[in-house]
């Protein structure tokens, strides 16, 4: 999984994937299954312009650090 957050966005801010992945490894799942990704992006702007490359790269190998 790749968690993309906006470092503009105000209603969903970079700590809540922060924290889900954190939620995850405590619960036994493997973070290293996620990857955290920034995005220059608030919640609804911005996103079409930096999706082409986003959505371009691999996904995380679980395990892989």
């Known amino acids: 999984q790749i968690h993309?957050?906006?470092l503009r966005d105000r209603v969903v801010p970079p700590g809540i994937a922060v924290d889900f992945a954190?939620?995850?490894g405590a619960a036994g799942g493997s973070p290293s299954c996620i990857a955290?990704?920034?995005?220059?992006?608030g919640h609804t702007g911005g996103w079409a312009a930096a999706w082409p490359?986003?959505?371009a790269r691999p996904l995380p190998v679980c395990?892989?650090?």
């Open 4 to 6: 993309f957050s906006g």
């Open 36 to 41: 955290l990704e920034r995005v220059e992006a």
């Open 53 to 55: 490359t986003l959505v």
């Open 63 to 65: 395990g892989a650090r």
């Open 22 to 24: 954190g939620a995850l």
